[in-house]
């Protein structure tokens, strides 16, 4: 049994900001190519494009993950920076035909939320199920936490999840997490 | 009161706005009658009619929601060009009208 | 400690904890009670049983009750900033030093200078509102509306600022079991043992419900514990959350509940990093209502003395507290919680005069007493006689407690029970609601004017309508309104109870959203070197924007932004426009789609250009403007103003998912992704090429007016460039990832120091624009057509254009329309006024005489007096005409002489270099 007086008195969760990734880059499937998009992906990236916010983020082994933003409409993530050749280049160049792409490195900032009281951390703004039972790892949703707008997803068990803000509101966010965190 | 969106799953309505009854078709052509029925004239059905929601706060697809307005029962969400034509009238037509001529 | 005795507490009956004792104040005098008591069982301890002054007449009232359906004992909770009217004694759970005080009252409690309204009550009949305070009309406001003020309301708000914070949070459940009583900790219980995510709230601060209050045992145990013994097994269950002291207030659409949970209204302060409140929203797939039932009043003459309660609650106050409500009790029922109480009475060493049951042909015809209950008169077997006592526990039944069905809209089920409804025949008053002095005279006088439907009778005599929504009182009045109209009960329907079944403070409902987090703020990229430059903010939107940039001396904002013009003009200055929509928009069909959504062509537009771009709303107004910049055959960048950037993003998803899912064209906001500044001036050109890595690349002929291109600066960071110019002047908006963009404008104020760089904000921004007669916010209302703003040139009539037919209503295109012209006033001493009204000289000032107003204004640096633009019915035809522009409200009265609105550089010279 869950007693909410006893699960608030404990220390508070852990809450940080991180460095966003590098590279963001917003891709968008061409008309009638949603369902080709994914071999491709595949194919060339060696990452499956998540099709739904269920198991919606991938990673690859190469530090590249697609984030799932809506109906043929991912966010590419990756850590390294920008070398001869950008993400958005690749993309542009490997997704041809079947993808618009398009930059959105800076657009972000990440926060990362983490411990036992996590969930009811988020609870407080997010109006959507984190139980285990509705959400597990590499599961995303798009929602807003206190009239923000977020893209979360949960990294592990412990629960971890990590979410993006609109750079704008990354300090109006701040002050949400501080009074939400006690 | 929540919608399912059939992307997201239940949300909040906050996440969405709302343009109203769905299914109306914009007219081709120039017919100042035409386009202004078609942006004037709304159907006020009370019970289950079809309206736009757009997932403002989460995944940007419009969708088709089917509603009952006395109850607020919401019978169903599809994307807006997955929208299963229904059995009763679509909204297109007025529904205590003659037909236009 | 000197504990002053409880001459009322039981000595050993009660669930309260008498090693904790606690001091508390009522009307300023202290009394003690113990840990477990609320305010009232603890005031009924110490013997005090007047606990307030009714809202209408002034009369003493005592506790009716011991739960939240209190319609009588409304203290004043805590002092200072925490103060908090209207709280019912019977839910405030006693802690050390709490302070309450009476209300409505004046000078004390015990005398009343208010119930002087009592002898005046024919005035005060139902709907007395309607019919008196008419007369004389020059009375109305200074003597009628004084006198209500002072005289309305019930309790006073605290004027401090509330120092406490309040949460709000969701949960998700399989079961939320409203009620935690016996009924539904078994069901809670039950559906724990399965499984299920179950929720139980309880508004108590102790489970147990009516368990807690009578003496007969549960499972053959004591009902309290019991309780316990259940609550072991709850506590086994890892998916069952308790919530006590959370009260589910509303049901509402899809299976979500509004709860509010009173965190630490028992304590005198929060703990440090607690919130005062936690405003629940509870997704639930089931809900099951265990919310138990209220106890009927019976009604009859003076039933709302002191000492007339609830049996039941008597009953609470006897073993659940440890508290003798009296000393000489008269019990009164219409059912067997008569004989069970008096039984109770009895055991608790209570004298019980009389049992008086209704069924065997007894009833009260009135109470006698005045601040306090000495007796009742009574009518047995024909004949009536009195009895003293100084408590009355009387029962009509039990009510089933269904306020949360009905938010939905559920109908109560008829009340098949036998009751006794039947009011004696007296000249005393009979109360029906309690908390809004409504008798039953009140009903029938209602009745009588016509207002004969529930819902009309309601309304007109307030019942129902007070903070406890009729929890007493309802089910008495439509048995009155049935009897009086000669009708089934459940022929004469019943309102509508609506959320929130108690108070909940309007503090709960804002959350962490009050103050400077009404809503989230946006910053811009350069907001901290704004800050640090001392600027002033504007708010535009949920956006903080600078303002004006005043120096050291200037105390006037007319006087910077005087200044920031003239060093644009003729320097250069940087302002940041990172707030305006920008959308990337590519694919095969982008031309197409753009061609639509805006009322402009875009097939000629080359590539590595801009164009001024008009969105209309598909009525033919001008819904947003901006521009749309070609990067690539397929490839486009458009921006949107402030304030519709969000809007027009939704309208361009409506078009393409909605009107042309056929068309294959993709866009993103990039709003975020791009830290944007225009950089304004003669000097723009000098001091881009000094951050640039290809300064030549630059050069008009290589970079002319309306040009857009990528470029790559010195330090290696890509930006882009677009020639556009709001000013007037040469310019440029240069644009560099967000993340680099407060690093650029350090880049450039360092780079053009020289140049007399300057930073202008949205002021400054303002009143360039008017200048050179660009329409912005104040032009765009919605209600303005392309030909009523003179950019008719820019619209091709194609009819896919969103908006293009209905603009070509004959109507739209009248030249009568007010239409979009200059002004610049006569005596060039004068200021003008935004809002003013074009009238002629010499006409009156009437609404037959108006011909359009003034939307914006600024005092030109350029030109040395003020300058406008309006909208004036046919007013290209009326350049040179003088008119007056009124300004009723603020009292301006000024010539202005009519012009075109471009009042510098019309040749669009400067621009161009």
């Known amino acids: 049994m869950s007693d909410l007086l006893t699960l608030l008195r404990q220390p508070s969760s852990a809450v940080a900001e991180l460095a966003a990734p590098r590279q963001l880059v917003s891709v968008i499937a061409r008309r009638g190519c949603a369902k080709q998009l994914p071999g491709l992906v595949l194919e060339k990236f060696g990452i499956a494009l998540p099709a739904q916010p269920k198991a919606g983020v991938s990673v690859s082994a190469r530090e590249l993950a697609f984030l799932w933003c809506g109906p043929g409409h991912w966010l590419a993530m990756s850590d390294t920076a920008a070398g001869t050749r950008s993400l958005e280049e690749q993309l542009s160049d490997q997704l041809a035909g079947l993808a618009s792409v398009c930059d959105q490195s800076g657009s972000r900032i990440l926060f990362s939320v983490h411990g036992p009281n996590a969930r009811m951390l988020l609870g407080k703004g997010l109006g959507v199920d984190l139980n285990p039972h509705s959400f597990a790892p590499n599961d995303v949703a798009v929602s807003s936490i206190g009239h923000i707008g977020v893209q979360l997803w949960q990294v592990d068990a412990t629960p971890t999840y990590q979410l993006l803000v609109a750079r704008s509101y990354a300090e109006s966010f701040r002050h949400w997490l501080q009074a939400a965190d006690g | ?101 | 400690m000197n504990l002053k005795p409880q001459p009322f507490r039981h000595n050993n009956c009660g669930l309260i904890d008498r090693n904790t004792t606690m001091a508390f104040q009522f009307d300023g005098r202290t009394y003690h009670g113990h840990a477990g008591d609320t305010l009232a069982s603890a005031l009924l301890a110490n013997g005090v049983r007047l606990l307030g002054r009714s809202f209408k007449y002034h009369r003493p009232r005592g506790l009716l009750s011991a739960g939240s359906e209190e319609p009588n004992a409304l203290v004043e909770l805590r002092t200072d900033a925490r103060r908090e009217p209207n709280t019912r004694a019977t839910v405030i759970e006693l802690f050390d030093g709490l302070e309450a005080r009476s209300q409505n009252r004046w000078p004390s409690l015990q005398f009343d200078l208010g119930a002087i309204n009592g002898l005046l009550a024919p005035l005060f009949g139902a709907g007395f509102y309607y019919k008196t305070f008419m007369w004389p009309a020059a009375f109305w406001e200074r003597v009628y509306e004084p006198l209500i003020r002072r005289a309305a309301g019930l309790g006073r708000a605290a004027m401090e600022e509330d120092p406490d914070s309040y949460e709000k949070a969701w949960a998700f459940c399989d079961l939320l079991v409203v009620g935690g009583g016996e009924t539904g900790l078994r069901a809670a219980l039950e559906a724990g043992r399965r499984g299920e995510r179950v929720i139980v709230a309880d508004e108590d601060f102790r489970w147990g419900g009516r368990c807690l209050a009578e003496s007969t045992p549960v499972d053959g145990l004591p009902g309290a514990q019991w309780v316990e013994q259940i609550l072991r097994e709850l506590a086994q269950l890892p998916e069952v959350m308790l919530m006590p002291r959370t009260t589910v207030f509303g049901a509402y659409d899809s299976g979500v509940h509004g709860a509010l949970e009173r965190v630490s209204d028992h304590l005198s302060e929060p703990l440090p990093g607690q919130p005062r409140q936690r405003l629940w929203r509870i997704v639930a797939k089931s809900t099951l209502l265990a919310t138990g039932s209220i106890e009927r009043p019976l009604v009859f003459g003076d039933n709302d003395r002191p000492g007339v309660m609830l049996a039941g609650a008597v009953r609470t106050y006897l073993h659940r507290y440890g508290v003798l409500p009296g000393e000489r009790a008269v019990v009164y029922a219409d059912n067997d919680n008569g004989d069970v109480t008096a039984a109770n009475l009895r055991a608790a060493g209570i004298d019980v005069a009389a049992v008086l049951d209704t069924r065997r042909g007894a009833s009260v015809v009135r109470a006698l007493g005045g601040t306090a209950l000495r007796g009742v008169e009574i009518s047995e077997g024909g004949r009536t006689r009195r009895i003293e006592c100084d408590l009355l526990a009387m029962s009509g039944g039990w009510m089933p407690n269904l306020a949360l069905a009905t938010h939905h809209g559920s109908k109560a089920p008829a009340d098949t029970g036998t009751r006794h409804f039947a009011v004696p025949k007296t000249q005393r008053k009979c109360f029906v609601d309690f908390q809004h002095d409504v008798t039953v005279d009140d009903l029938l006088l209602a009745r009588q004017e016509g207002f004969t439907s529930v819902e009309h009778l309601k309304r007109y005599t307030t019942l129902g309508m007070a903070t406890d929504q009729g929890k007493t009182s309802n089910l008495n009045a439509l048995a009155i309104v049935a009897e009086a109209a000669g009708k089934a009960l459940a022929e004469v329907g019943s309102t509508r109870l609506r959320p929130p079944y108690t108070p909940v403070a309007l503090g709960a409902f804002a959350g962490h959203h009050r103050g400077r987090h009404f809503r989230p703020t946006r910053l811009t990229p350069s907001h901290a070197w704004a800050e640090a430059r001392g600027a002033v903010f504007v708010e535009a939107g949920n956006w903080l924007r600078a303002q004006y940039f005043p120096t050291t001396g200037e105390d006037d904002w007319l006087t910077t932004v005087t200044r920031e013009v003239q060093a644009v003009r003729s320097g250069v200055g940087i302002c940041d426009v990172s707030t305006l929509g920008k959308i990337d928009l590519q694919g095969p069909d982008a031309v197409a789609f753009l061609e639509r959504v805006y009322a402009n062509r875009f097939q000629s537009l080359a590539v590595g250009r801009c164009r001024y771009a008009l969105m209309l709303r598909e009525d033919g107004m001008v819904m947003d403007d901006g521009t749309v910049a070609r990067l690539g055959p397929q490839r486009f960048l458009v921006t949107t103003t402030t304030a519709n950037a969000v809007g027009a993003y939704q309208h361009l998803q409506y078009c393409h998912q909605v009107l042309w899912p056929e068309l294959d064209v993709q866009f993103i906001s990039v709003t975020e992704r791009w830290a944007q500044f225009s950089v304004a001036g003669p000097n723009a050109r000098q001091l881009l090429q000094r951050v640039v890595a290809e300064p030549m690349t630059l050069e008009n002929g290589a970079f002319p007016y309306l040009a857009c291109s990528n470029f790559i600066l010195r330090n290696g960071t890509q930006a882009r460039l677009y020639r556009v110019s709001f000013s007037g002047e040469l310019a440029y908006e240069i644009a560099v990832p967000a993340d680099g963009g407060e690093a650029l404008i350090n880049q450039l104020f360092v780079a053009g120091e020289d140049l007399g760089v300057v930073a202008y904000g949205t002021e400054a921004l303002g009143v360039m624009r008017i200048e050179k007669g660009h329409v912005a916010g104040n032009e765009l209302t919605g209600h303005t057509t392309a030909f009523d703003l003179g950019l008719q040139r820019l619209v091709a009539a194609r009819n896919e254009a969103v908006g293009s037919v209905l603009a070509r209503r004959p109507a739209l295109l009248e030249p009568t329309r007010p239409q979009l012209v200059g002004l610049r006033p006569v005596n060039q001493q004068q200021r003008l006024y935004a809002g003013s009204h074009f009238l002629p000289q010499g006409a009156a000032n009437t609404a037959q005489h108006d011909t359009g107003y003034v939307t914006s204004v600024a005092y030109s640096p350029s030109l040395g007096y003020w300058i406008g633009l309006g909208l004036l019915e046919r007013g290209p035809e009326r350049h040179g005409e003088v008119l007056r522009a009124v300004d009723l409200l603020r009292g301006h009265d000024v010539l202005v002489e009519i012009c075109d609105p471009v009042f510098l550089d019309p040749a669009g010279e400067r621009l161009r270099v």
């Open chain 2, 1 to 101: 009161m929540l919608i399912p969106c059939p992307y997201c799953g239940l949300r909040s309505h906050e996440e969405f706005t709302t343009l109203g009854e769905a299914g109306r078709v914009r007219p081709s052509g120039d017919d100042l009658q035409a386009f202004a029925d078609y942006v004037y004239l709304r159907n006020n059905v009370a019970g289950r009619h079809r309206e736009l929601w757009f997932h403002a706060a989460g995944c940007h697809a419009w969708l088709t929601v089917e509603r009952d307005t006395l109850t607020h029962l919401i019978h169903g969400a599809w994307p807006v060009n997955e929208t299963p034509t229904s059995e009763a009238h679509t909204g297109n037509e007025p529904a205590n009208e003659a037909p236009a001529p």
